[in-house]
């Protein structure tokens, strides 16, 4: 099996019940997201972009309590429902440890929660995960390098390239002419002083 490319799919909120449950805050639709069917789940200590923006780097978020575990840790996700936005979850620990109390599941807090790459669902050929467009190369009009996608960003009405050098293009069919994941590439009809 290759390295895993863990990537953040949500952040836990806090515990659910008594049983050491947690709440989870899916970055997607709770219905729709990845962790509902990944296994193998990586807990990671948040990071919260800089107030620079990106890429001027990253803290960590404020921690509210020890942690019960060491981070970063791979657990295996028992059962998953989706509860409203959120999503309740057990988890079985992979070194033998006992199943968390509600305390330790509140004192989780904040972690995000990553799931391997190879376990998202696959993609309709119109289809992209935001996680494959970052570090893409955009090529605007005449071929003009306009630089490197940092960041998707969903705005509602419709979704937003950010890239390396703060520009912003729209992520629609009327400005994005291909996509090639396998490239690295994106063609867009955009000129490089159009910000």
């Known amino acids: 099996m290759a390295d895993p490319h ?33 296994r193998r789940w990586r807990l990671v200590e948040a990071v919260e972009p800089s107030p620079d923006g990106p890429p001027a780097g990253q803290v960590p978020a404020p921690r509210r309590a020890a942690r019960p575990l060491a981070l970063p840790q791979v657990v295996r996700r028992s059962r998953c429902r989706v509860q409203g936005d959120a999503l309740v979850a057990e988890l079985v620990l992979l070194d033998g440890q006992p199943p ?40 605007g009009q005449q071929g003009a390098r306009l630089g490197t996608v940092v960041a998707v960003d969903d705005h509602g009405a419709q979704q937003v390239l950010r ?16 996509v090639d994941i396998a490239a690295r590439r994106i063609q867009a009809d955009w000129a490089a002083d159009w910000r």
């Open 6 to 38: 863990w990537i953040g799919v949500g952040r836990i909120r806090g515990s659910h019940g008594v049983q050491g449950a947690l709440k989870i805050e899916p970055y997607a639709a709770a219905s729709e997201s990845v962790l509902r069917h990944a």
């Open 100 to 139: 968390l109390t509600r305390e330790q599941a509140l004192a989780l807090k904040g972690v995000e929660i990553q799931v391997d790459r190879a376990d998202f669902p696959p993609t309709q050929d119109d289809e992209f995960y935001h996680a494959d467009l970052i570090g893409c190369e955009v090529i």
């Open 163 to 178: 890239l390396d050098d703060g520009m912003l293009i729209p992520f629609v069919e009327a400005i994005v002419q291909s």
